[in-house]
């Protein structure tokens, strides 16, 4: 069997990683702190009315009944082994 490297991918996966738990901990101990100028509000947005869509539908007509019908349902039979001891050589 051939070792499979790391490749590139992981490389990234481990640096990224690492990346984001030094900005956490920089973030957590104070070494970083955003400081925000101004209110946070949402945009203003403006909607207007519109209308739906015409649409035609046509479906299928299902029809769900019951109907008397005799079927033979197969029987299962279980004998058991004589217990003569010859499981357990």
């Not at 738990?21 to 970083?32: D, E, K, P, Q, S």
């Not at 100028?37 to 539908?57: F, H, I, N, T, Y």
């Amino acid at each position: 069997m051939q070792k499979r490297e790391g490749g590139l991918g992981r490389t990234l996966g481990i640096i990224l990683l690492v990346a984001v738990a030094l900005f956490a901990i920089a973030w957590a101990t104070g070494f970083i702190n955003f400081d925000t100028s101004g209110s946070l509000r949402a945009p203003d947005v403006k909607v207007e009315g519109g209308e739906l869509p015409a649409v035609q539908m046509e479906t299928a007509d299902v029809n769900v009944g019951t109907k008397e019908t005799t079927i033979e349902v197969p029987t299962v039979d279980v004998d058991k082994p004589a217990d003569d001891g010859s499981a357990k050589r």
